[in-house]
């Protein structure tokens, strides 16, 4: 079976999902994303070089609070999230943390995961939340198909060969453009009252975090010395491979949608 037919068929499997959860809002949603983090939080302390039980239980309970927070508390959640930060940058200037080994932390994988997926939650508790939250993850799935396709059927240059063999300079800007494209659509569509211009900035950064987010997860692999963080969704490697690109663009988005207004 080719890799695009598993991740067409992970794809069916998920979609549903992906949709009740978040159509329903509320308990539910919040529910769906705890798994999300949950399952990727898992991946990622697989691959970490010094592995601790004790941290990781504390780190996983972190995790949990942070996101919980998110639905509960959005000013607690940032509170939160700045102390760990701080906690994190302190512990790189003292040198407890080293930065060529910057992913090697159970106060990474913190921030790394609980921080820009709990975003998720505090995008759907937004009065227009649905609306937003559905444009957000719908442009970013344009991005990353558009992007594989092109990609893989016409991809000839390299754009990064030691941190993503696999991705091009076509591919990239195939998935720049319908990034692009698709915001233009969706935002006059649903109303969102936006310049033609705000539409084209917004759907050019979506995609630009997404290929951001894609490297870096790419690079703690390649560090790690792993293909992939799991094998849970076929096609597509583990969690955190699929929701890589959104830790960078939930926060991005949660802020377009305080200044606009929405």
């Not at 994190?88 to 080293?98: A, E, G, S, Y």
């Not at 937004?126 to 990353?144: A, Q, R, T």
Request: with cysteine; charged share 15%.
């Amino acid at each position: 079976m080719s890799n695009l037919l598993k991740r067409f068929l992970t794809c069916l499997v998920l979609l549903p999902i992906v949709i009740y959860s978040v159509f329903m809002g509320g308990i539910i949603f919040t529910g769906f994303v705890l798994i999300v983090i949950s399952l990727a939080f898992w991946e990622h302390e697989k691959i970490l070089k010094s592995r601790s039980k004790r941290m990781s239980i504390v780190s996983y309970l972190i995790l949990l609070t942070l996101c919980i927070s998110s639905y509960v508390n959005p000013q607690l959640f940032l509170y939160l999230s700045t102390l760990i930060f701080t906690i994190w940058l302190i512990r790189i200037f003292f040198k407890r943390v080293q930065i060529q080994s910057f992913w090697d932390s159970y106060m990474f994988i913190i921030l790394y995961i609980g921080f820009g997926i709990s975003f998720s939650v505090l995008i759907r508790n937004l009065d227009n939340g649905l609306v937003l939250l559905s444009c957000v993850l719908i442009v970013s799935s344009i991005n990353d198909i558009s992007a594989y396709i092109v990609g893989k059927f016409f991809g000839v240059t390299k754009a990064f060969p030691r941190v993503s063999p696999n991705k091009t300079y076509e591919g990239s800007i195939a998935g720049i453009i319908s990034s692009i494209l698709i915001t233009i659509f969706l935002f006059d569509y649903l109303n969102l009252m936006t310049t033609l211009f705000e539409s084209m900035f917004i759907g050019m950064i979506i995609s630009f975090l997404g290929i951001i987010g894609d490297l870096v997860e790419s690079l703690i692999k390649r560090k790690s010395g792993v293909k992939d963080t799991g094998d849970l969704l076929p096609g597509h490697g583990g969690v955190l491979d699929r929701i890589d690109s959104l830790i960078l663009i939930l926060p991005f988005f949660y802020l377009v949608a305080i200044y606009l207004g929405y």
